[in-house]
């Protein structure tokens, strides 16, 4: 009986993207508003929220303020968003693109060879080789899907080093525009992966 069911579960098809924004999710939950909040005298518009929002959430919405207000006296400053938490978070998403894009050339190739010392650019190309669209559902162009992943990939270099670039001249809409980017090319990418091993790890997949 139970090995019965347990082949049921392992035949069920598994949800890779939603496995991985659940564990994401979890992790961003502790990045909590509350948590960098302080005691000041706002200078500046300000947003009113719950203090257990996340910062992850509420990216989108303090754009047009300064602080937002989260009661007692305490308020976090917009510059937070850009620090700590948000880089971890956007590391976290950029390493998983990055190891899409790479499994899902591998699954098209049948091999990992050469793949290893290819950088992130490289395998862009090497992804754009290949006709990937129509084994996704996110994007409706591949012009759209470049797009996207070359602006992921110039992101990453703000992300991945030391420095006060993500503080000093990414503007706002920018680090908005990247997490929907980041989001939306995650799941087109788990797509791809998925309908290769549907298909065949071998798929044709050559323009």
Do not use: C
Request: aromatic share 12%; hydrophobic share 35%; proline share 2%.
């Amino acid at each position: 009986m139970i090995l019965t069911k347990v082949r049921k579960m392992e035949d069920k098809k598994r949800d890779y993207h939603r496995e991985f924004m659940y564990i994401f999710n979890e992790i961003s939950s502790t990045f909590t508003l509350e948590k960098y909040s302080e005691g000041l005298v706002p200078e500046g518009k300000v947003l009113e929220a719950e203090p257990f929002s996340t910062v992850w959430d509420m990216l989108e919405n303090i754009e047009d303020y300064e602080y937002v207000n989260i009661g007692d006296g305490k308020y976090v400053r917009r510059i937070k968003f850009f620090k700590k938490p948000t880089r971890i978070l956007f590391l976290i998403l950029i390493s998983e693109f990055e190891e899409r894009i790479y499994r899902a050339i591998e699954l098209s190739k049948g091999d990992n060879k050469g793949l290893n010392d290819k950088n992130l650019n490289d395998l862009i190309r090497l992804f754009f080789e290949r006709d990937f669209l129509k084994l996704q559902k996110e994007y409706t162009s591949r012009k759209l899907f470049k797009e996207d992943l070359k602006a992921i990939s110039s992101f990453r270099n703000i992300v991945v080093h030391t420095n006060k670039k993500l503080e000093d001249s990414v503007d706002w809409q920018i680090l908005i525009n990247r997490k929907k980017q980041v989001i939306k090319t995650l799941k087109a990418l788990q797509q791809i992966t998925d309908n290769l091993k549907i298909n065949n790890p071998m798929f044709d997949t050559k323009l």
